[in-house]
């Protein structure tokens, strides 16, 4: 057995351990309570070990953007007009640079996977696009990037759109994305998209009802899509803040038929409650999916960032335990149980709504494993633990270092 790196006395996500976890040749060598070796070595000091965050739902195409745009209203519409005005100055190089920081930032808290959504539209052109996939070439060593090639603004009320697409398809992109809210024809926008799914083989995923009104949800024409299309697993929609505004027993129903139909959801905490409940004066709703309860149900769950300093969210850090913190807090849940259940939502069950099982760290595997200041998934989420480390098959891929309190040797403060 070659050891080239060792990892000591570190939790598992199943709450066993501690362990030392071997690492050599890319691949996880051994895990066993004490593994005698000379080889350099890190101590979890009893911190969590697990194969590494997933982010499900992010635009890295227009993070960074805060200060060529206005904020007045703070509304959807005013987002969606104030970027689309945006982006028909960017440049390759600019969309490089924003989206890189922000991996750079997602890598050092504890993400190894992620799917980005890019903007391909006759104002965007394939410069954006372009500029991702350039980030997934020189980030491989850190990072596997999915790209969706996304219509933000529309499909049938954007001419030449829906071809351009179909090119980011043959091009590199691995799967299509659309927003039916912001098509004349959300219908049409929902086949159109599926239709292009079907001829390069790929999956689909839809930004969806995010507004607060329970009528007029486009949920049902992609539940059934998928179901027309036999594309159960291929499937995954975000935001769909509509079904936070159903009746317990209408929920239940829906969540079901989404179950049944094998369409994974995603809530977006940051963006759902910055932008919702707008119009309300007081007892402002909270407009989240409560994605805990669609994971109850059978639902393939989890929970993203998407924006970054942009007018769709103007804060953020890629910290998607951070992310799993503010879900907790807003969803009310406080439980052990549950809390685990939101690292499920940025770890595994993530992974599982991107289409492949989750990684397990143990004998044979890659060598692709976070470490975390904290002892259990529960403890990471409840108390916002740092990422320690991180290892890419094998090879370091980030190193935080702990802070240090200078305290005054004589026990005294002083000025």
């Not at 350099?40 to 745009?69: F, M, Y």
């Amino acid at each position: 057995m070659t050891i080239d790196f060792l990892v000591r006395q570190a939790m598992l996500v199943d709450g066993s351990g501690p362990f030392d976890i071997a690492i050599g040749n890319q691949r996880i060598q051994a895990l066993a309570p004490h593994i005698h070796s000379d080889a350099p070595s890190l101590h979890a000091n009893g911190g969590l070990a697990c194969s590494g965050l997933v982010e499900t739902h992010i635009h890295l195409d227009k993070a960074g953007i805060l200060g060529r745009c206005r904020i007045c209203a703070g509304t959807l519409a005013e987002a969606l007009a104030e970027t689309s005005r945006a982006k028909r100055e960017f440049t390759s190089d600019d969309v490089y640079e924003r989206a890189s920081n922000v991996v750079e930032q997602a890598i050092a808290q504890g993400t190894n996977r992620m799917r980005t959504f890019v903007e391909i539209d006759p104002r965007a052109g394939f410069r954006s696009f372009e500029a991702i996939k350039q980030i997934k070439r020189d980030f491989a060593w850190a990072i596997d990037l999915e790209i969706c090639a996304f219509a933000q603004d529309g499909l049938t009320n954007d001419p030449g759109t829906v071809e351009m697409l179909d090119r980011a398809l043959r091009e590199g992109a691995e799967l299509v994305g659309g927003c039916p809210y912001t098509d004349s024809d959300p219908g049409e926008h929902i086949r159109q998209i599926f239709d292009l799914a079907e001829r390069h083989d790929v999956a689909v995923d839809f930004h969806l009802d995010f507004d607060l009104d329970p009528a007029g949800s486009s949920l049902p024409d992609v539940i059934g899509e998928t179901e027309r299309r036999h594309w159960g697993g291929r499937v995954s929609v975000g935001h769909v803040n509509k079904l936070s505004a159903l009746p317990p027993d209408r929920f239940t129903w829906m969540g079901r038929r989404i179950a049944d139909a094998g369409v994974g959801v995603t809530v977006l905490p940051a963006t759902d409650l910055y932008l919702s409940g707008r119009d309300a004066t007081h007892l402002v709703p909270r407009g989240l999916t409560p994605a805990h309860r669609l994971a109850e149900l059978g639902v393939t769950t989890s929970i993203a960032t998407n924006n970054i300093l942009n007018p769709f969210t103007p804060f953020g850090d890629a910290s998607l335990v951070r992310m799993g913190n503010l879900y907790a807090t807003v969803a009310q849940v406080g439980t052990t149980a549950g809390l685990n259940q939101i690292f499920r939502m940025i770890s595994s069950d993530a992974c599982r709504l991107l289409g492949s099982m989750p990684k397990q760290l143990k004998a044979g595997a890659p060598a692709d494993l976070v470490l975390f200041a904290a002892a259990s998934p529960a403890a990471v989420i409840a108390g916002v633990a740092p990422a320690v480390a991180g290892w890419k098959a094998g090879r370091t891929s980030f190193r935080r270092p702990a802070v240090q309190l200078n305290r005054p040797s004589d026990g005294r403060y002083v000025i």
